[in-house]
């Protein structure tokens, strides 16, 4: 299969726990697209409209200052580790996740594979 026939995969995760007054528990999203631009584009899109996720961005005169993650590629909340960031979003755009209370988000595009073959996510 050719780069141009290549197809992708958005798959979205969230789990849930009582902590947040809310029943406990799993659920999942797989979308399909025709394109890797059209993949990452979602991607942004559910960061940006749907989780709303805000970073806080010390500022001139405000150290509590806010601004969406969706704008913010390559930002992680622990700068020593992604593994233990709370907040992380890839240089490339194609993964993200949040943990806040008791959610936590994670979403990544991912290339489909052949028939059969199993396309495991990174983390």
């Not at 528990?25 to 805000?54: M, N, P, Q, S, Y």
Request: proline share 2%; net charge negative; hydrophobic share 30%.
């Amino acid at each position: 299969m050719g780069n141009e026939d290549q197809k992708w995969a958005v798959i979205q995760s969230e789990v849930y726990s009582a902590e947040d007054g809310c029943a406990s528990g799993l659920c999942g999203g797989f979308t399909l697209f025709r394109t890797k631009d059209e993949a990452l584009a979602f991607v942004e899109h559910v960061i940006r409209d749907e989780w709303t996720t805000t970073i806080t961005i010390p500022g001139d005169g405000d150290e509590f200052h806010e601004e969406l993650l969706a704008d913010h590629k390559g930002y992680q909340s622990d700068e020593s580790s992604v593994k233990w960031s709370d907040v992380y979003y890839s240089e490339e755009g194609d993964e993200a996740w949040c943990q806040h209370g008791g959610a936590i988000r994670k979403i990544e595009a991912v290339p489909l594979k052949p028939m059969g073959e199993r396309t495991w996510t990174t983390t």
